[in-house]
C-alpha cells in the first residue's frame, strides 16, 4: 500500500485560509469514511485533529475543517495563525485490515 | 486522563530482537483497539500494526510483517510489540496509541520511545 499523496508544504500568512490536499486510491480515501488529520509539530507526538472526515475532536479549534471527494480529501484551516505552523499527515483505512498515513505537509505560517 | 508511556527503546544491532512496551492508564484499556505507529529520523508516520480489543485480531504493515508481533495483557492495561529481525530501516520513533470513539483517529497517543537499528 502506497503512502497517500500530500503536497510537501503549504505556507500562508496569519488570517489567510490554507488548504492541505490529500490524494489516494478508490481502494483506500474513494472507498472508505475512514480518515483522519493530525498535526505534528517538531520532537511532539502526533495530535488528532479530525477523525472519521469531518468531525473534531474535543478541544480541536473550529478554524480546522475538513472534506473528502472521490479520492481526495482537503484540510482547511482558517484564521492561520502563527501555533498552526506544524507538519500535517492525513490517514485512511485502506480496505485490508491496515492504515496508510500521506507523506505529510509542512505549514508555514509567514 | 489517559495516559501512555512507552519503555523498551534502545539502541540493537542489525538481525537483533527488542521488545517495546506500553503501559496505559485513565481509560477502559480492553475496550479498544490499539495501535503502533513509527516515524524515521526526519521523516512521516508509518502505522505499523493494530490488535483487536481480545488479542485475536493482529495486522501489519507489510514491511514488518512476519518480524515483528503486536500483543497486549488486558489485566495490567499494556500493549507490546516485539520486534526481531531489525533491520536499519526499523530505526525510528515508536508510538503507541488509542483510537478514538469513531471508526477513524489515533486520538492519545504516548510520547513515543527511539529505536535505533545499527552496527
Known amino acids: 500500500q502506497s503512502a497517500l499523496t500530500q503536497p510537501a508544504s503549504v505556507s500562508g500568512s496569519p488570517g489567510q485560509t490554507v488548504t492541505i490536499s490529500c490524494t489516494g486510491n478508490?481502494?483506500?480515501?474513494?472507498?472508505?469514511?475512514?480518515f483522519s488529520w493530525y498535526q505534528q509539530h517538531p520532537g511532539k507526538a502526533p495530535r488528532l485533529i479530525i477523525y472519521?472526515?469531518?468531525n473534531r475532536p474535543s478541544g480541536v479549534s473550529v478554524r480546522f475543517t475538513a472534506s473528502k471527494s472521490g479520492n481526495t480529501a482537503s484540510l482547511t484551516i482558517s484564521g492561520l495563525q502563527a501555533e498552526d505552523e506544524a507538519d500535517y499527515y492525513c490517514?485512511?483505512?485502506?480496505?485490508?485490515?491496515?492504515?496508510?498515513f500521506g507523506g505529510g505537509t509542512k505549514l508555514t505560517v509567514l | 486522563e489517559v495516559e501512555l508511556v512507552e519503555s523498551g527503546g534502545g539502541l540493537v544491532q542489525p538481525g537483533g530482537s527488542l521488545r517495546l512496551s506500553c503501559i496505559t492508564s485513565?481509560?477502559?484499556?480492553?475496550?479498544?483497539?490499539m495501535n503502533w505507529v513509527r516515524q524515521a529520523p526526519g521523516k512521516g508516520l508509518e502505522w505499523v500494526a493494530n490488535?483487536?480489543?481480545?488479542?485475536?485480531?493482529?495486522n501489519y504493515v507489510g514491511s514488518v510483517r512476519g518480524r515483528f508481533a503486536i500483543s497486549r495483557d488486558n489485566a495490567n492495561d499494556s500493549l507490546f510489540l516485539q520486534m526481531n529481525n531489525l533491520r536499519g530501516a526499523d530505526t525510528a520513533i515508536y508510538y503507541c496509541?488509542?483510537?478514538?470513539?469513531?471508526?477513524?483517529?489515533?486520538?492519545?497517543w504516548g510520547q513515543g520511545v527511539l529505536v535505533t537499528v545499527s552496527s
Open positions: 496509541g488509542r483510537p478514538s470513539r469513531g471508526f477513524s483517529g489515533i486520538e492519545h
Open positions: 485513565g481509560f477502559a484499556f480492553s475496550s479498544y483497539r
Open positions: 490488535i483487536n480489543q481480545r488479542g485475536d485480531e493482529k
Open positions: 478508490t481502494s483506500d480515501i474513494g472507498d472508505y469514511d475512514a
Open positions: 472519521d472526515v469531518i
Open positions: 490517514n485512511s483505512y485502506t480496505g485490508d485490515r491496515t492504515w496508510v
